[in-house]
């Protein structure tokens, strides 16, 4: 019976995102249409910055990619207006730009998704500065398990790399790892506004400990944050050791079924918040968004907690029918977010639960949430070069589907090589 | 030609009724006339659908020729001839329980298993007793068990062959007196009892196959009648899966011997049955990583039923019988599984006392054996006398009866090594059934049957005068032996229970107004009565544990959940209804109502514990909430609707009888009792579990509403000379609906591990850092009703004697549906549905 059910619930599914698909496409003819494309620009750009400019568009139907590049000299308007002739259609819209002379160049990028031309005419893609990151990012996740001989799922060997992609030494002593609440594979209606531009709902909160200046991560260094700092090949030959791991999430409990492994030379991350009183890890589809982030002026977690838990109400589209929902999350603003990796399997993606200016993309291990292959395998970020103090220098344009390799086989010393 | 002729007087003596009906006089001829004709009608009289009774309550009878028609392949089958039911297709290889009166889509939730379990089987006579009934996997951690098992909820339907039954009858409303242990009705299985020829029968379907053989013979003159029968089934779940099935043998032998002793009449009825059950689900070695994985599920059961009936020959106003039955049954479970650890550490936990222990360490992997030995024993003897008289001119029909009803189970239980368990994080240990002490239920009853007749006016036929006819009775019960604290100790629940019916003739039929209220007890089963003790194993909350270390400190706390507060689960009900009966034509229509607020369910209890732990040689205390399970009055079922039957005659040259029923099933579901919940508690705070220091007391209501109205139209053939039947069934779902039920979920108080007891739970603590969460938000949405619109289905039934001896039958259930699409949120959706078929061969030699 569950099989069943399991298979209406795949023929729903599909049911559903084919009649996405047709909705997506405007009713009309296949003609050309004028689009102005309306590019706003970060606050704080230079006057009289030459600047170029790369607008892409992808006609999400057809799979056709068109892109211009506009060159110039900013007059000091916060807006740059072009005006394009492609055929009718449903696209994604992306800018990134460079601008500024060389040794002060900055970065801008900006996306505007699934627009339709018809009727509007203009699209708006709101940019931002990307950032030349001036603190950790995230190198490697490992999220999905590992099989055993057997076949059976075995947990406690996830594991997160966090990588100094800068020329200073970096403390990693308050960064926070995040997994958000909403998941990528869901899309759903936030009510009344759509807080991702302004926050993002968490749901699991670690935070390394120190007072400011005592993990310190040199350039080209790494930080190794695992479930159980232990050699897991003694448990499951297919796994691996983490015992030289810099810190582990420690599920504290007084049930003893829920017996989180805490390996005393292995320090503990501080937990402030989790959804779940069993043991956490970020789920093992690669479902949600794993983020970093630097909480302001060391706060409590009691405190962040008190101040900082909401709920908001959003609306679902089933099998079943339209939901109105609630959850309950913490508030992390976007601000003091470091680094963001969405992750979501290729074929199930609906949606981006951070905002665009944190990643504008996501990544995966598998094609679909429950495909038995994910099981031992990662994402990885990008090398984009290699200095000449033999450090690598890590691709971090905020967009995890350019920034990261999918489906890696999962290593966690690959970054400490 | 007679038949002609007794229908035109029939049209002419109902025109007369109508124009003059002082006037209606009939002759002699008339009367004559009259007769024949009800006599051709009885010779025709074959019902292949579930009559209403024409008894005071309201009750539902299924005969031979019915169940011969629906082609059954267990009990469950039956049911679905029940006003309000639609036809299901079999389960057989998942437990099937009885929901009477319950809407089509009612609460499997076991907090609501007290209407089936209060649904009492009698065949023939005797009670069918399942308070000893403890077979399933303790801990919950078997799906293969969870969807067979059946404790605390009554009689599994899919055990019970129909092969050996002549009538069933299925008793609605308020059963009488005789009838105890019960809160929803009563299902009455009459089995066959008289000479027959040997009958066999074969049934096939996509999923099971059934085979049936059975004998009655008698000798001197119909005083000796001995019955045999014995049917094998087989059913899977999947055609195309031979691993997971379900087997069941049932074999009968029925001796019924008569005595004349001087001027006395001696019964004696003697009934052996044996009913085996084996339910297996096991893994593909070929496809499945786990092969080690089976489920074998088996229930051997012997009944031995007596029954001695002492009467006058000729002063019959007297009769007294004693009735013994005897059930035992050896039933065992075996679940083997492979179990991986997902996390490293995982601790042994096998302490059996109270108090700190030094626990090994489970293996990462290991195959679990688990073992369930149940040997329930149930007795029941009730001596019973009846008594006929008239006080003046009301006629009486008065029964007394004592019993007596003994369950104990002496299985060794729940067996498994704890060092290797199926579920590894249960706060259960192994347990042996037959510590668990006897339940002694003694219970009487005294009930009248009183006819009064009120006018005389009628000359035509005695049958026709005003009558009142009424039963009233009243039944004590108690539960014996049982320990002081048990506020159910030397306590007598009483069940007044009464039908009245008032007899109108009209014409040459009558008209019937009745009403009926009663009040039905059941008691709590042995589990319910004596649950397992919880070991509640505790750690501290930052604990070091190594992979390198082999053991644990672990403190056991064992509580003993046993609520001596329990009661019986009481359902009160009434109906009102309006019957009739004229010319063939039946019709009936029922109002009810059923109350029943104690319920038995699983309420979670909630206490603050200190245990010590030592670690390093150091000992520190530490405090957390404790919650853990409790069986309490605390569920209840409301039940109201409207059921509806029309019967026509059997209409001359069609050949065709037409058959309304339905009902309007409205099934409330709810918790009687504020209660702790933990729903949507798992956060930690800085490290802090909330549900180990708070938990919030919510008085919401907890449950869900149920609603169907349907109408089946049957119309059915029956063609004596080609000897076919042929009935078609049209289901008209008109809607079915359902509805949560709205919860607050602001908590009225909170317990705070600190002193263990309850604090208001104030404004200000919904922006705690901790007691916020305590504060549930529920989406009003969730609270909507959903209503799912008409569901219409067409199943056809054929019969087909083909020489005096043999016999062919088919059946297809869903042959046609009309299911149109539906906007429901926004979304259309469109449903479908595959018919079930099956046929079968009957032999009578």
């Not at chain 2, 009885?98 to 005797?126: K, M, P, W």
């Not at chain 2, 029923?661 to 009687?672: D, I, K, Q, V």
Request: charged share 20%; with cysteine.
């Amino acid at each position: 019976m569950r099989k069943r059910i399991g298979w209406i619930a795949l023929m729903f599914t599909a049911l559903w995102m084919n009649g996405c698909r047709e909705k997506l496409q405007p009713s009309g003819d296949k003609t050309d249409t004028d689009v102005t494309i309306v590019c706003h620009l970060p606050d704080g750009m230079s006057l009289s910055d030459e600047y170029t400019l790369t607008i892409e568009a992808t006609d999400l139907n057809m799979a056709r990619h068109y892109h211009w590049e506009l060159t110039g000299v900013l007059d000091g308007d916060s807006v740059l207006v072009h005006t394009v002739t492609i055929p009718t259609g449903y696209y994604d819209w992306s800018s990134s730009g460079v601008f500024g002379t060389a040794g002060r160049l900055q970065r801008i990028r900006g996306y505007a998704k699934g627009q339709s031309t018809v009727g509007t005419g203009n699209v708006d893609i709101r940019t931002y500065l990307t950032s030349n990151n001036t603190d950790l990012i995230i190198a490697e996740v490992f999220f999905a398990g590992t099989l055993t001989p057997e076949g059976k799922q075995y947990t406690g060997d996830k594991y997160v790399v966090l990588y100094n992609n800068t020329e200073d030494t970096l403390f990693a002593d308050g960064i926070v790892l995040v997994e958000s609440k909403m998941k990528n594979t869901t899309q759903i209606t936030l009510k009344p506004v759509d807080f991702r531009n302004e926050y993002f709902a968490a749901d699991a909160l670690y935070r390394i400990p120190g007072t400011g200046k005592e993990h310190p991560v040199a350039p080209g260094g790494t930080i190794l944050l695992v479930d159980n700092g232990i050699d897991h090949r003694s448990y499951n030959p297919n796994s691996f050791d983490l015992s030289h791991a810099d810190f582990e999430w420690y599920d504290v409990s007084t049930n003893p079924n829920y017996t989180d492994v805490n390996n005393p030379d292995v320090e503990d991350l501080e937990k402030i918040y989790c959804y779940t009183l069993t043991i956490w890890a970020p789920n093992n589809q690669g479902n949600t968004s794993l983020a970093l982030c630097r909480l302001p002026d060391s706060i409590s977690a009691e405190d962040y907690v008190a101040r900082y838990k909401f709920t908001y109400d959003y609306i679902i589209v089933t099998k079943a029918g339209t939901f109105d929902m609630s959850a309950t999350a913490c508030k992390l603003m976007n601000n003091w977010v470091v680094d963001a990796v969405n992750l979501c399997p290729s074929t199930t993606y609906q949606w981006l639960v951070v905002d665009d200016s944190l990643d504008g993309g996501y990544t995966y291990v598998a094609t679909a949430g429950n495909d038995k292959s994910r099981y031992g395998k990662c994402v990885r970020r990008r090398t984009m070069t290699t200095h000449p103090s033999g450090r690598r220098i890590l691709q971090d344009t905020n967009n995890s589907t350019e920034d990261f390799f999918p489906t890696q086989e999962a290593d966690p010393t690959y970054f400490m090589r | 030609m007679k038949r002609l002729g007794g229908w035109i007087l029939l049209l002419g003596l109902a025109f007369r009724a109508w124009a003059a009906p002082d006037s209606l006089r009939l002759d002699s001829a008339q009367l004559a006339l009259l007769d024949s004709m009800e006599r051709a009608f009885v010779l025709e009289e074959v019902v292949v659908t579930a009559e209403e009774s024409t008894t005071k309550s309201s009750a539902s009878v299924i005969n031979r020729e019915a169940m011969h028609h629906l082609q059954p392949s267990s009990f469950a089958d039956l049911v679905n001839l029940l006003p309000g039911a639609t036809t299901k297709d079999p389960d057989l290889t998942h437990a099937n329980s009885i929901h009477l009166r319950e809407a089509n889509n009612y609460s499997t939730d076991d907090n609501y298993a007290a209407s089936s379990l209060g649904t009492g089987f009698v065949i023939d006579g005797a009670p069918v007793s399942t308070d000893a009934n403890m077979q399933y996997i303790q801990g919950g951690s078997s799906t293969q068990d969870g969807e067979r098992q059946m404790v605390n909820k009554g009689v599994d339907m899919r055990t019970i062959s129909t092969d050996e039954i002549e009538k069933v009858e299925i008793i609605r409303g308020v059963a009488n007196a005789e009838y105890g242990e019960i809160t929803s009705g009563v299902v009455k299985i009459e089995r066959s009892m008289k000479p027959t020829p040997w009958r066999a029968r074969f049934k096939a379907d996509g999923f099971s196959k059934l085979f049936h053989v059975g004998k009655g013979v008698a000798w001197n003159a119909e005083s000796t009648v001995l019955n045999v029968g014995i049917d094998y089934l087989s059913a899977k779940n999947d055609p195309t899966n031979t691993l997971e099935n379900y087997r069941r043998i049932n074999a009968s032998v029925r001796l019924q011997q008569r005595w004349m002793v001087q001027e006395y009449v001696l019964r004696w009825q003697s009934n052996i049955d044996y009913s085996g059950n084996i339910d297996t689900d096991k893994n593909d070695p070929d496809i499945h990583n786990t092969r080690e994985d089976s489920y074998r599920s088996e229930m051997h059961k012997i009944g031995w039923t007596n029954t001695v009936n002492w009467s006058h020959r000729t002063q019959t106003w007297w009769n007294t019988s004693l009735q013994a039955n005897v059930q035992g049954e050896i039933s065992n479970i075996e679940h083997t599984k492979f179990i991986q650890l997902t996390t490293p550490i995982h601790p042994i936990l096998d302490n059996m006392d109270e108090g700190g222990k030094d626990a090994l360490l489970l293996p990462s992997k290991y195959v679990a054996n688990h073992r369930v030995e149940g040997r329930p024993l149930s007795v029941f003897i009730r001596p019973k006398t009846s008594f006929t008289f008239h006080t003046w001119t009301l006629g009486h029909k008065a029964d007394v009866g004592v019993e007596w009803k003994y369950d104990k189970n002496y299985g060794a239980g729940q067996l498994y090594d704890m060092s290797r368990p199926m579920n590894y994080t249960s706060n259960l240990r192994p347990r042996a059934y037959y510590d668990i002490p006897a339940n002694n239920l003694l219970a009487w009853y005294v009930q009248d049957d009183i006819h009064i007749p009120l006018c005389q006016r009628s000359r035509v036929n005695q049958k026709m005068l005003h009558s009142l006819d009424m039963n009233i009775g009243i039944r004590g019960s108690s539960l014996l032996g049982l320990d002081s604290r048990y506020a159910m100790r030397g306590k007598v629940y009483i069940d007044p229970r009464i039908n009245l019916s008032y007899n109108i003739p009209v014409g040459i039929g009558f008209l019937h107004i009745a009403a009926a209220w009663g009040i039905h007890t059941k008691m709590p089963t042995l589990l319910q009565l004596y649950p397992n003790l919880l070991y509640e194993d505790l750690k501290a909350p930052q604990q070091i544990i190594t992979s390198t270390e082999q053991t644990m400190n672990v403190y056991t706390h064992v509580i003993n959940p046993v609520n001596y507060d329990l009661k019986p689960a009481r359902n009160n009900k009434w109906e009102v209804r309006v019957g009739g009966e004229m010319k063939g034509h039946h019709f009936a229509l029922t109002y009810f109502r059923e109350n029943m607020r104690d319920g038995f369910r699983q309420w979670s209890d909630c206490l603050a514990f200190t245990y010590p732990i030592t670690e390093n040689g150091v000992t520190t205390d530490y405090t957390k909430l404790i919650t853990y399970p409790l069986t309490t009055n605390g569920s209840r079922i409301f039940k109201q609707g409207i059921e509806w039957q029309y019967q026509s005659p059997r209409i001359p040259v069609i050949c065709t009888r037409f058959t309304i029923n339905g009902a309007w099933l409205h099934t409330r579901y709810e918790n009687s009792q504020a209660m702790f919940s933990t729903d949507k508690l798992s956060q930690v705070v800085a490290g802090k579990a909330v549900k180990d220091t708070l938990m919030g007391y919510y008085d919401w209501e907890d449950g869900s509403i149920r609603e169907n109205l349907n109408t089946n139209i049957i119309a059915d053939v029956y063609l004596k000379k080609i000897g076919l039947t042929v009935s078609a069934t049209f289901e008209l779902n008109w809607y079915i609906a359902r509805q949560t039920l709205r919860k607050n979920g602001t908590p009225i108080a909170y317990m705070d591990s600190k002193d263990g007891k309850l604090h208001p739970y104030r404004e200000v603590d919904k922006v705690d850092p901790y007691l916020q969460y305590l504060n549930f938000h529920y989406n009003e949405q969730i609270f909507r009703r959903v209503t799912v619109p008409f569901a219409g289905y067409l199943n056809l039934r054929v019969q087909k004697s083909i020489t005096k001896y043999a016999n062919i039958a088919l059946f297809v259930n869903k042959l046609i549906d009309y299911l149109p699409d539906y906007d429901e949120e926004g979304i259309t959706i469109h449903r479908s549905a595959g018919p079930y078929f099956g046929m079968e061969v009957n032999l009578n030699i």
